[in-house]
């Protein structure tokens, strides 16, 4: 590798023969374009990556993604494609991704539903139904009927991102899937669109109508044509091969297609499980649910996970709807996880009894009488069995009957996927035999044969899943860069194909077939598999929609996808070890799609949720460095740690919009982040986007030049450290009419915040309290260091919110202290969100200097602006050689140590309205305790705090005041905050600068308070 004059290479990618557009599709492209194509046309590099990969192990990229409007805009996709020049595209549906086995993974065209058919059409309460677009997610879905107290019972882990089209195509299921079935059990009707352009509505009909139809000369009667002849035709073969289990199949439904009983033709059960390879479904109405009214949840710990499968059969005939089980590989990472705080109160160890496995065990009812008997019953036959039978590895079980903390337990469960990819060292969990399904009964011998097979070749896994259905989710850890690696993932893919069998089970009882499909012909024997191939040939003569996933058309010689497929670990492997290793927090992305999170009031990730680009996801942004990563190995340059020098500005290329270059794709979705830090704890690998943008930033701009507004962001603390000591006048220089425009034209920059007057300082001056250094506060003595707390400043709070570090000051001083007013250095978070990473070295290197002294003193310190005192916790680590050796509390957490001895002395006047505190999202995300150690203080004097869930307010930081983001900072406040702000009545607290100037400028009527101006405020 060679960084000759360290400057970032210019990445033509288009250029490349392997990343080109084919011709024939860029003519299609073009051609759907002209014909007025109702949707958005994505050919480009990025936005081709993003649909490369889904959670599965592969990597294909496809020719280009669209994006309909409306079904006529997929009908006319298809339409176009069936003349002789297009003959040859091919094409894959796509929903959320969340695919474990590549199964909307396409060398064609993806079409994704979820950017536009995302509307609930109708809802039928009294009969129990609704009618929604396909790329509706499931747990919005559910949102939207749960005022009728109904709800879509399929469930599934990745509720909050995968798609109902998504679950129908798999014909997903999950936790309780033994009382609410699998989703082909609720579909009353699918609108589906066929390859030649015909829309179709399926749903179940009479034998005598279904050969009615049968007899017409569309594409549909020869759907229910070849439906007749392999469905009631080969109805005993049928009945013999598919398994008598819950989890039946994934695939074209044979069995279910036909019901004798009824005599009833259902084509919706051959979509259901079709991966995409038949129609692109844009419609369905589904059965609903009754919300079970009462819901208890009994957690039953034991020794070892051999034993939770043991116990698993006792405890469904104990009348449960659901059994979940998690071993201790999982329980471990969680522990490790943001989420465990939530949960340990639930799941208490035992003393001197290590938790090693537990059963989740829900019962549901509509009573509560009825769900006390079979607890009672289940808790007096545990109690009995843990004191009789100390073999059967039973420890101790507790009850949980609080819908949220249910909620919350089945959330870490659900995460438990993502957790495994926390897993330490190169080798990590990966899917390719994580759903297999076999009689319960048969389920701990089945896994103890497992778990030889992995142990012989010394692999660690993790186990959770769904044992009342007899569904483990098992991901042996693989390093899939290593070539060895890929060769044992065949082995033993091949041998759990056989296992399963062996128990009279399947491999994919849960997530479908994708690469894996290779195993259906064995799996459905020749006479069978034929029957399918004939389905198929129907539907898709060509092999054209979702090609060689789960079967080949009748009559074709096409080939099915393959186990040994070009994975991710192949391009990763390009990548040098010590720069994967650099940017490892890119390259652990595993794809479980948890950043794609639709849900308003969750941190994470605002930027995806604003736009509804997945490039501006964590996941994007991840896919898009890696293989930036890639395309510099391959051009022998080293982008590992952040260029030391760089070309002086005027000799840097300007960025232009016309020449192509992946640097400005892969700089575009940087652009849009907002650093807020959500992806580094919620996502469950840590993928820490700002961190990587800060070094990609620094290479990109020692290529191109920068703009003159990060300038100003760059030297934001010393501009503001010089107007600060003329207020007064600095506002008058800075805010009038000419300079504001100046600032929006020159720098970008609307909006800026108007310095604090008096200033910080001065107030500080004015209560005589005293304004140190380090070295001077060295010269206290023991006795009078005991007494202080010293404020590290940051350039919001000290510039623009001089009020709240007086309020600290009262406070601190009415609780008997004496607050030190630390000199400012700076803090450098500005410097390393735009990737102005040499001079953020040095600032973190005066600042830990300064702190280590200071904690030489213990002397207590405290921070008044979350994501600056994170950030010197956090960020400052990987940018200096000094050891951190200081600890930065922020406000609450001083005070949560000092009032249980001192609050008598401040006396709190009771709010006039009712206060709610809605969290800044870096510390409600980094330190969730935060908003409940407010809840603590505001106790101290029985004033009652609610805390408000909320997503990001769209302020962070300076990203806010910059121009081009307007649009996307307005989307979110609306999302999220602005109905919270506006309640009348209530007095809004809010923990974050940005969040506190974002409402200022929002709202013409409200304003929020940091919670320690409120109670400096109101303190008698
Ligand atoms: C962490 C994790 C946990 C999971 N847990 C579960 C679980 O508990 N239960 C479960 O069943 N699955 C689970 N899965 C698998 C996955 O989430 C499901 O298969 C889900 O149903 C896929 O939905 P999606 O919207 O992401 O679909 P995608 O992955 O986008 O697509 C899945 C398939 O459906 C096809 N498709 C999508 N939309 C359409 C459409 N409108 N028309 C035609 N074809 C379409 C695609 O071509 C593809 O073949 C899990 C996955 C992950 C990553
Ligand atoms: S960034 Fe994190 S949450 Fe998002 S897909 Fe990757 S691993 Fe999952
Ligand atoms: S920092 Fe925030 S906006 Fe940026 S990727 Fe992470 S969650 Fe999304």
Not at 33 to 51: H, K, N, V
Not at 61 to 82: D, G, I, M, N
Not at 524 to 530: K, M, P, S
Not at 723 to 746: C, D
């Amino acid at each position: 590798m060679s960084n000759s004059d360290h400057v970032l290479p210019v990445f033509t990618a288009f250029e490349r023969r392997e990343t080109r557009v084919e011709t024939i599709y860029q003519n299609y492209l073009l051609a759907l374009e002209r014909a007025g194509f109702d949707g958005d046309i994505d050919g480009s590099y990025s936005g081709r990556l993003i649909a490369a990969t889904d959670n599965s192990v592969y990597q294909q990229l496809p020719q280009a993604v669209l994006y309909p409007r409306t079904t006529e805009a997929v009908q006319q996709a298809f339409s176009l494609a069936q003349q002789d020049t297009f003959r040859s595209i091919q094409f894959s549906p796509r929903g959320g991704g969340t695919g474990t086995n590549g199964q909307s993974l396409t060398a064609g065209i993806v079409i994704d539903l979820s950017r536009y058919f995302n509307q609930v059409l109708e809802i039928d309460a009294e009969a129990s139904w609704v009618r929604c677009q396909t790329g509706v997610v499931k747990d919005a879905l559910n949102d939207a009927v749960r005022s009728y107290d109904l709800f879509f019972s399929p469930d599934l882990s990745t509720s909050n991102r995968a798609t109902i089209g998504g679950m129908i195509n798999t014909d997903a299921s999950g936790q309780g899937s033994l009382v609410y079935g699998k989703t082909s059990d609720h579909i009353l009707e699918l609108k589906a669109v066929l390859l030649n352009g015909e829309c179709i509505t399926t749903a179940p009909k009479p034998l005598a109508e279904a050969e009615q139809i049968a007899a017409g000369d569309s594409l549909e009667a020869a759907i229910y044509r070849q439906a007749i002849a392999t469905c009631v035709g080969q109805r005993a073969a049928i009945d013999e091969k598919f398994p008598p289990l819950n989890r039946f199949l994934t695939g074209y439904d044979l069995k279910h297609c036909y019901d004798p009983a009824r005599e009833q033709i259902d084509i919706s059960r051959l979509l259901a499980g079709s991966e995409g390879t038949l129609a692109c479904i844009v419609e369905a109405r589904l059965n609903l649910t009754a919300i079970p009214r009462h819901k208890v949840l009994v957690n039953v710990k034991y020794s070892d996970f051999h034993a939770a499968l043991r116990n698993a059969p006792f405890l469904v005939k104990a009348r449960a709807t659901s059994v979940e089980t998690i071993d201790s590989n999982v329980l471990d990472l969680a522990r490790n996880d943001i989420i465990w705080h939530q949960v340990a109160e639930q799941l208490q160890d035992v003393p001197d009894k290590p938790m090693r496995g537990i059963n989740m065990v829900e019962f549901t009812a509509v009573d509560d009488a009825e769900i006390n008997d079979k607890v009672n019953w289940l808790t007096k036959t545990l109690d009995e069995l843990i004191q009789g039978e100390p073999e059967l590895g039973l420890i101790g079980y507790q009850i949980c009957r609080d819908a949220r903390s249910i909620q919350t337990i089945y959330a870490m469960r659900k995460k438990a996927v993502g957790l495994l990819g926390a897993t330490k060292g190169r080798r990590k969990p990966v899917a390719f035999a994580e759903d297999t399904a076999v009689p319960p009964e048969q389920l701990a011998d089945f896994i103890a044969e497992f778990r030889t097979l992995l142990d012989e070749h010394q692999l660690h896994y993790g186990m959770f899943g769904h044992v009342d259905a007899g569904v483990l989710h098992v991901r042996p850890a693989l390093d899939m860069t290593d070539p060895a690696d890929e060769v044992l993932l065949r082995k033993i893919s091949d041998r759990v194909a056989a296992l399963t069998a062996k128990y009279g089970g399947l491999m994919w009882g849960e997530h479908g077939k994708g690469y894996r499909s290779e195993y259906a012909p064995s799996f459905f024997g020749e006479a069978l598999y034929q029957e399918i191939q004939k389905i198929k040939a129907v539907f898709d003569p060509d092999n054209r929609l979702n090609p060689g996933k789960i079967c080949t058309p009748w009559g074709s010689d096409a080939q099915l996808v393959s186990v040994d497929a070009t994975k991710r670990g192949y391009f990763d492997r390009q990548i040098p070890i010590h720069v994967r290793d650099d940017y490892q927090a890119a390259m652990n992305c595993n794809g479980n799609g948890l950043c794609f999170n639709y849900a308003a009031d969750s941190a994470m990730c605002p930027s995806f949720k604003a736009t509804g680009d997945r490039r501006n996801s964590p996941k994007g942004r991840a896919t898009l460095i890696r293989e930036w990563l890639r395309l510099n190995a391959v051009q022998h340059f080293d982008p590992s740690g952040f260029p030391l020098k760089t070309r002086t500005e005027f000799l840097k290329q300007v960025p232009s919009s016309e020449q192509f270059d992946f640097n400005h794709e892969v700089k575009a979705a940087m652009d849009s982040c907002l650093a807020c830090k959500a992806c580094a704890s919620q996502c469950p690998v840590k993928v820490d986007v700002p961190s990587f943008r800060a070094k990609f930033l620094a290479w990109y701009y020692g290529l191109y030049r920068r703009p003159s507004k990060d300038y100003l962001v760059k030297n934001v603390e010393s501009l503001g450290r010089v107007m600060a000591k003329w207020p007064r006048m600095s506002n008058l220089i800075s805010h009038n009419p000419l300079s504001a425009w100046l600032t929006r034209q020159w720098f970008g920059y609307v909006d800026a915040p108007k310095l604090s007057v008096p200033s910080a300082t001065m107030r500080w001056k004015a209560h005589q309290w005293p304004q140190l250094d380090e070295s001077q506060l060295a010269q206290l003595s023991a006795d009078e260091r005991q007494k202080c707390v010293v404020v590290v400043q940051d350039p919001f709070t000290s510039f623009y919110e001089a009020d709240l570090l007086e309020a600290f000051g009262k406070i601190a001083a009415q609780l008997g202290y004496k607050p030190v007013l630390l000199a400012f250095k700076g803090n450098g978070k500005a410097q390393h969100v735009k990737g102005f990473l040499t001079e953020f070295s040095r600032t973190v290197d005066t600042v830990v200097n300064q702190l280590n002294q200071v904690a030489a003193l213990t002397i207590p310190m405290v921070g008044l602006d979350a994501s600056t005192v994170l950030c010197l916790h956090d960020e400052y680590r990987d940018y200096t050689k000094q050891p951190l050796n200081y600890r930065v509390q922020l406000v609450q957490q001083w005070l949560l140590d000092v009032l249980p001895e001192h609050a008598s002395a401040l006396a709190m006047r009771s709010p006039q309205h009712s206060l709610q505190l809605l969290s800044h999202c870096t510390e409600q995300t980094a330190m969730p305790k935060a908003a409940k150690e407010w809840q603590q203080i505001f106790n101290f004097w029985q004033i009652p705090l609610q805390l408000e869930a909320t997503g990001c307010c769209g302020m962070a930081g300076t990203f806010g005041h910059e121009i081009e983001n307007q649009q996307v900072s307005r989307t979110l406040y609306d999302m999220s905050w602005r109905t919270k702000v506006e309640k009348s009545e209530v007095i809004t607290l809010a923990t974050g600068f940005s969040c506190r100037s974002q409402v200022k400028r929002m709202s013409t009527k409200k304003r929020a308070l940091h919670p320690l101006q409120w109670l400096a405020e109101n303190c008698a």
